[in-house]
């Protein structure tokens, strides 16, 4: 059974950084793709970041702020977040796809998703 564990998040003032990472376990993959989307009360669950294959792409608004990294091993992706500001306050949302993604914003393309975290940034 496929497995996503999130980890990092919290809560810090306006301009911090913070790390999250997303551990995959329960199969072994011989390619994947991995995504976060973030949903914050009363809005539609919107992707942030996306890689695969060591190619990333952002959404507009955290480019130059964000940065989405993979692990080594199981498949594993960090988001090193920068220069937060209020409005990316959110639940951060993990997604995984064994198959190919053609739009990586989209939430269907993801077969599994992690737990949540929460990122909180205070002005």
């Known amino acids: 059974q496929v497995h996503l564990m999130e980890s990092g998040g919290g809560s810090v003032q306006t301009g911090g950084s913070l790390k999250l990472s997303c551990v995959v376990s329960?199969?072994?993959?011989?390619?994947?793709?991995m995504a976060w989307f973030r949903q914050a009360p009363g809005k539609e669950r919107e992707g942030v970041a996306f890689?695969?294959?060591?190619?990333?792409d952002y959404a507009d608004f955290v480019r130059g702020r964000f940065t989405i990294s993979q692990g080594n091993g199981e498949p594993t992706s960090h988001l090193q977040m920068n220069s937060l500001k209020p409005e990316d306050t959110a639940t951060y949302y993990c997604?995984?796809?064994?198959?190919?993604?053609?739009?990586?914003?989209?939430?269907?393309?993801?077969?599994?998703w992690g737990q949540g975290t929460q990122v909180t940034v205070t002005s």
């Open positions: 890689i695969r294959d060591g190619d990333t």
């Open positions: 329960g199969n072994t993959y011989r390619q994947w793709s």
């Open positions: 997604a995984f796809s064994d198959s190919g993604v053609e739009i990586w914003g989209d939430v269907s393309e993801y077969h599994y």
